[in-house]
């Protein structure tokens, strides 16, 4: 496949992108009754990948949009309200979770939600330390950053075995492999998904740069370095990452220039680690209560 | 190692060990497994004699280089292996008779200044491994590659899984 038709296959397969059903339970029971508690509810929905995904896209969208755009969760959730939460996530959660093993990355059920819960906890962290961004931001942005793998693997595409053969015999890194196997990669399906769900520029710019920041725009080249150095942090602590995650090259220039050292990032590991263990158990589940 | 009944498979447990943990197992018909290493070292410890086993997954190489941070001794090689070699010794191993094998380290590619836990955590496993005598009998380390690792406690086996490809036995 290498036509921008299988490109176009790929983004309206993912007109949901598919979330963890655990929290559903706990996400009914904060939004049942009047009362809800709008800061859980935040902190439930920026756990998982695609629902973050979907409730900010609502949120922007044309019938709940104003003047301003929403830039994370907390905005969304005063926006939207805790019975439209609810039924974004249980639009969103029923019937559309991966749950079989996913061909080419090897990635087992939600995997790629428990990688990019730990990329948006450490970008977090590294917001808070480096300031390169609002933390927030940070977050939100660690968990939409690989998008587009979420939608290849959802199209579950036979390409990808193909991809995962070539590597690193005839590609250094699985972009690299990507772009020669499909015609595209998968940053280009997160930038078109993020586009067509109306993110504002500085997640596209995640989404489409976060493999190399040194080519970022620069207004949004700060955020998307943070993305990067916290890809990489996560990538080493292991949870979720499949066949492709040691296959991408470091931009040490874009690193350095924005000022990350070796040593305090890995300084930063046990505390990272610890916010990691509240959130996904030993067995890989990830655990809301 | 030693062949395993059918049987002896069907009543096999398993105890998951998490990042910066580490599990001690007396019992035969017990798996100890650990997810995901990543550039993290999940370390086995094996008495075959007396079906003693022992799983330590360590993040980094030194708890010296985070000096008063609230953390945990498993989190480190340097403070970690002291631990379960202690705790096999009190579960009934001997140490001399203990098989040690390494498994993860997984690296990024090259790159001088960034993202060396793995290699920093294989260094300091070799030089652990000749300061207290470990007996190595694997090394399942480095590569771009992401481990999940068993111990099979009753004959020392450990099966290893990665990402898009069959598990296999070191």
């Known amino acids: 496949m290498k036509s921008a038709s299988d490109l176009q296959t790929v983004v309206e397969m993912t007109r949901s992108i598919p979330c963890a059903p655990a929290i559903l339970p706990k996400l009914l029971k904060l939004t049942e009754g009047s009362s809800a508690d709008l800061g859980e509810l935040e902190m439930l929905i920026s756990l998982d990948t695609g629902l973050a995904t979907n409730v900010l896209r609502t949120a922007n969208s044309a019938y709940f949009a104003n003047t301003q755009r929403c830039e994370s969760i907390a905005d969304a959730v005063l926006r939207l309200g805790s019975k439209t939460l609810y039924r974004i996530a249980a639009t969103t959660l029923t019937g559309r979770w991966l749950v079989h093993p996913v061909r080419g990355y090897g990635w087992e059920p939600g995997d790629l939600c ?38 290849l693997a959802y199209a579950n595409f036979s390409a990808l075995d193909e991809i995962a053969s070539r590597v690193p015999d005839d590609y250094l890194t699985w972009r690299d492999a990507e772009l020669a196997v499909l015609g595209f990669d998968s940053a280009e399906v997160t930038k078109i998904l993020l586009q067509n769900w109306g993110f504002p520029q500085n997640f596209i710019s995640v989404g489409f740069f976060y493999q190399k920041p040194s080519e970022a725009p620069e207004e949004d080249r700060n955020l998307v370095t943070l993305i990067h150095a916290s890809k990489h942090v996560a990538t080493q602590l292991g949870y979720g990452v499949g066949a492709d995650g040691f296959y991408c090259d470091p931009d040490e220039a874009a690193l350095e220039a924005a000022g990350f050292r070796d040593d305090e990032m890995d300084a930063a590991i046990p505390e990272i680690l610890a916010t990691i263990q509240r959130f996904i158990t030993p067995e890989g589940e990830l655990n809301f209560r | 190692m030693s062949e395993m009944p059918e049987l002896v498979e069907e009543q096999m447990r398993t105890v998951i060990v998490g990042v910066a943990d580490f599990k001690i197992s007396t019992d035969a018909l017990t798996y100890l497994a650990t997810y995901a290493l990543g550039s993290c070292l999940g370390i086995t410890f094996y008495d075959e004699k007396r079906r003693v086993g022992g799983l330590l997954h360590a993040m980094l190489p030194s708890a010296k280089l985070h000096k008063g941070q609230k953390v945990r001794d498993c989190m480190f090689l340097d403070t970690g292996i002291p631990r379960v070699l202690a705790a096999m010794v009190r579960a009934g191993a001997k140490k001399s008779e203990m098989r040690v094998k390494v498994f993860g380290g997984a690296q ?3 790159t001088d200044n960034f993202f060396r836990i793995g290699a920093k955590n294989i260094d300091m496993f070799y030089k652990l491994s000749q300061e207290f005598e470990l007996d190595v009998a694997a090394w399942e380390v480095s590569g771009r590659v992401n481990r999940t690792i068993r111990l099979n406690n009753f004959n020392g086996d450990v099966i290893v899984k990665i990402p898009a490809r069959p598990e296999f036995i070191r």
């Open chain 1, 114 to 151: 428990r990688h990019s819960l730990c990329v948006a906890i450490c970008a977090e962290a590294f917001a808070k330390t480096t300031h390169l961004a609002d933390s927030s931001t940070a977050y939100t942005a660690g968990l939409i950053h690989d998008l587009g793998k979420f939608a």
């Open chain 2, 108 to 110: 990024l590619m090259a």
